[in-house]
């Protein structure tokens, strides 16, 4: 049958089930921790058309992600599965929470089976609803797409109990037409996935995958979707419980088994490695094509030769994300992955892990000073390990996310040269206890044993103490802006004339309030007390 889709550019959005959100207090309690305590915070404005495609460039040697012509900095969470595609109450109280949280963007899964409905039939509904959602909250979006492949899985959960499922039901019900992977041991029951050298699959959703880009294309005029990840962790290594060394394993359908024995590889894990990323090519190809999106893959904790094979194997995969950082401590999985051209992304980094919850005042920092990555999301898991739902966890995340925001442009252009130092703080998990400072100054980099840190930019420089996180930029005007959630400051080297908190609005700034400079014998002090974006005049 002739593939055909439902544009519903001009539909007037569905009404949502208001069924009574049971953690509606809990969230509103969130939410007013925030009111009242920052400097000129943000209302959301209606998304505006914009001309520029998202796309990455390289500033000061710096792989950034251009949105709008701008700069940009992901900032913000990434809505679990199960809450997201019942696209009710609870879904759009997390478009809510973030935005209130001054996050820059959210993440949502786009499931295969909710696009193409019948075989050749897409309806794009269940897509327009988050970009409606993220529209409304002037939040840019990510798009995750869950496909043939979901973490070695097709669907969560079995038999007729199962949801979500990610691969349309004329496939997930037609064995014989499309072929699953084939695999020893106690699979979990939700797997294995589709065979990635099944080649009828592959067509199928190269299909399904042109249609979505074709969609975004025509509907996408505010290009509020600035980044799509294809298909999600990847892989045939989930079984329950202890299974097979994953260097033993590889699919034994008849699809594979001829690729096996026509071709040279070292393992079987390399050749299943290769039949993912050649399969996600395909797809990444025709979205390109079609619509040149920014693409990456995201990595439950590939080696590094696993990330390398990706990005020499699929030419318009940006990058490989990593998922699962949860502290700022080194060496870790980011640091590793950091391989061929890959661009530091801190992708998905669970709520439902006790240490991503403690570390949620500096990993955004971690993330885009530390390793000059293009930015963080949360993986908000659902209740009870939700940051929506956690009144302090919002408050904390929202006073990281301010001044970032808030000063993102000049934060983005002065990244990679001597016009940006910064800081934030290592605590011990067990105790709380401070361990270390992390000092940026230009490509310089150290770490302080000590809570009070001295950090150097231009002629300038500042002791800080009593602060968590921190970035210093310098103006080509020669002025200094401080963005930080709450610091202790002693300012040497410059005589400043005066102190101003505001937010930056683009490259133009916006100057809300005065901030006292106290006068100290050859220096001057600044106390920033709450989450503040600070432009110090010389």
């Known amino acids: 049958m002739a593939d055909t889709h439902k ?13 009574q959100f049971i953690k509606a207090g809990a969230c509103a309690a969130g939410m007013a921790a925030i009111s009242g305590s920052l400097n000129a915070a943000t209302t959301p404005r209606p998304a505006v058309a ?9 500033i000061n040697g710096v792989s950034t992600l251009v949105v709008d012509g701008a700069p940009f900095l992901i900032t913000g969470a990434q809505c679990d599965v199960w809450r997201s595609t019942y696209q009710d109450a609870s879904a759009e109280a997390f478009f809510d929470g973030y935005s209130a949280m001054h996050a ?7 499931l295969w089976s909710k696009i193409e409905v019948s075989e050749g039939e897409y309806d794009f509904a269940f897509l327009d609803w988050f970009i409606h959602q993220a529209e409304k909250h002037s939040l840019k979006l990510v798009l995750h797409l869950f496909g043939s492949n979901v973490c070695g899985k097709m669907q969560e959960g079995s038999g007729a109990s199962a949801y979500p499922v990610y691969v349309p039901s004329y496939i997930r019900d037609a064995p014989d037409r499309f072929q699953r992977m084939i695999l020893p041991g106690q699979y979990v029951p939700e797997g294995p996935a589709m065979c990635p050298n099944d080649p009828r699959t592959l067509e199928r959703e190269r299909l399904y995958v042109e249609h979505l880009a074709k969609y975004l294309k025509e509907r996408d005029n505010s290009h509020t979707v600035v980044l799509a990840q294809v298909e999600n962790e990847p892989g045939c290594w989930t079984w329950n419980g202890d299974g097979p060394d994953r260097n033993t394993v590889r699919c034994t359908c008849p699809y594979c088994n001829k690729k096996w024995a026509a071709s040279t590889f070292d393992s079987p894990y390399t050749f299943m490695v290769e039949s993912f990323a ?3 090519r395909v797809l990444s190809d025709n979205i390109t094509r079609v619509y040149p999106l920014p693409l990456y893959v995201n990595s439950p904790w590939y080696p590094p030769e696993t990330v390398r094979t990706f990005l020499e194997r699929c030419p318009h995969i940006a990058m490989v994300g990593i998922d699962g950082i949860f502290s700022t401590e080194e060496p870790n999985i980011l640091v590793k992955s950091q391989v061929s051209r890959n661009i530091p992304f801190a992708a998905e980094c669970p709520t439902e892990n006790p240490k991503t919850r403690f570390n949620l005042d500096v990993l955004p920092y971690y993330s885009i000073i530390g390793e000059l990555g293009i930015g963080f999301l949360l993986w908000e898991a659902h209740a009870p390990n939700t940051v929506v739902d956690d009144a302090e966890a919002v408050r904390r995340f929202a006073h990281a996310l301010y001044p970032i925001k808030s000063a993102m442009t000049v934060i983005a252009r002065t990244r990679g040269t001597s016009r940006l130092s910064g800081w934030f703080a290592r605590r011990d998990f067990e105790t709380s206890l401070f361990k270390t400072m992390f000092a940026r100054e230009g490509a310089q980099c150290r770490v302080v044993d000590d809570n009070v840190v001295d950090i150097r930019i231009g002629d300038a420089i500042f002791t800080v103490r009593e602060s968590n996180a ?3 930029a310098l103006l080509d005007s020669g002025d200094l802006v401080v963005a930080s959630p709450s610091a202790n400051l002693t300012l040497r080297g410059i005589h400043f004339k005066s102190a101003e908190t505001g937010r930056f609005e683009g490259e133009r700034w916006a100057g809300t309030e005065p901030l006292l400079l106290g006068d100290q014998t050859g220096a001057q002090s600044l106390n920033i007390s709450t989450p503040s974006v600070v432009l110090l005049r010389r």
Do not use: A, C, E, W
Request: net charge neutral.
């Open 7 to 19: 544009s519903i550019t001009n539909k007037p959005m569905t009404t949502l089930n208001r069924r």
């Open 50 to 58: 914009s001309s520029q495609l998202s796309h990455f460039d390289l």
């Open 104 to 110: 820059t963007t959210v993440g949502t899964d786009i």
């Open 278 to 280: 050649d399969y996600v």
């Open 470 to 472: 921190g970035i210093i």
